[in-house]
DNA sequence: TATTCTTTTGGCG
DNA sequence: CGCCAAAAGAATA
């Protein structure tokens, strides 16, 4: 099993990016100051070109090889995620019916999304607020979240 | 198995 | 119009 990290300095902060057995399974942002030592694997090198493609036009498709470790639910809800067009911004509730299950379960799931941006859980917002960003409804996070919604708007 | 986390909805002042 | 409390589903230890 290859474990393969490295960190990238975006508009939006730095970024983590960890990949397992040529597959990317994490996503981290505003991560903490760490060395970006691996960064001449081909997969990484892939990601980083498609993130900085995103942060150049939102249109961007991401087509990555991803494995996200989390419960079926949990995968369901983020592939649902991937189909929120861009520039548009779902409720909770309405994803809910979508996959017929209550708007909780999928702010549960969106919380412990591992792959932000590349998996718009940003797009996700409540009906009466800004919604949350990784489990935090203010902060940094937010900040982050706003600059994507702007970014694609 | 129990606890915790997440949003929505309804009622009251 | 604004605020508070309760509910329902799912993940985690």
Redesign the pocket.
């Known amino acids: 099993m290859s474990l393969i990290s490295t960190t990238i300095t975006s508009p939006i902060g730095k970024i983590k990016i960890t990949i397992s057995n040529s597959k990317l399974i994490k996503i981290q942002l505003a991560a903490q100051n760490s060395p970006s030592q691996n960064d001449q694997n081909k997969l990484i090198q892939n990601v980083i070109s498609q993130l900085q493609k995103y942060f150049t036009d939102a249109n961007f498709f991401f087509n990555l090889p991803m494995q996200p470790k989390?419960?079926?639910?949990?995968q369901k809800v983020w592939r649902a995620l991937q189909n929120i067009p861009c520039g548009e911004t779902k409720?909770?509730?309405k994803l809910a019916k979508q996959l017929n299950?209550?708007?909780?379960?999928i702010?549960?799931?969106c919380?412990?999304n591992p792959i932000p941006i590349i998996i718009p859980c940003h797009r996700v917002v409540?009906?009466?607020?800004d919604?949350?960003f990784m489990?935090?409804?203010a902060g940094k996070s937010l900040k982050i979240k706003k600059w994507l919604l702007e970014h694609e708007q």
């Open positions: 989390g419960t079926a639910f949990q409720t909770y509730g299950t209550s708007p909780r379960a702010g549960n799931a919380s412990k409540s009906q009466n607020s919604g949350g489990g935090k409804t």
